[in-house]
């Protein structure tokens, strides 16, 4: 099983909401001063968003030995969801509960099935274990941002499987 896999992410879920869940509903509706940017609620969303996309990945990819599916357009899905208008802790909670579904799904995807093949967009193949671990990695930059640490993890291939 895909143990290695599940567990970190089960660990920066479970780090990581503490966190998410300490920060002010008042400053997270907040644009970034003189920027076009992402508020941290939209952020959030981006993150649900890209959960939802992966899960379909993972399990497809698990399932059928093989997955072929669309890119994702990350500016349409963040303004038709209308995050900033939502509760910060319904983003947090929700966020939370997708991941440790994620976690769950992750965990019982057999070891040979991560060498499955994926495509996604007009993106190069990769394999299953590429795109779970691009997904964790992915997560983590995004949450560094929010968090608004003083370093946030580099993401090479940010825009390519979000």
Known sequence: MAKHLADALLEAVGNEFPRLAALAESETSAKPTGKDGWTQKEELGHLIDSAANNHLRFVRAALDGAMSGPGYAQDGWVALHGYNELPWMTLVDFWQRYNLLLVQVTNRI???????????????????????????????HHLDHILRRATVRAYPSAGTLV
């Open 110 to 140: 057999p070891e040979e099935r991560l060498d499955a093949e994926c495509r996604i967009g007009v993106s190069a193949p990769v394999t299953l274990g590429y795109v779970i671990e691009d997904y964790i990695l992915h997560m983590q």
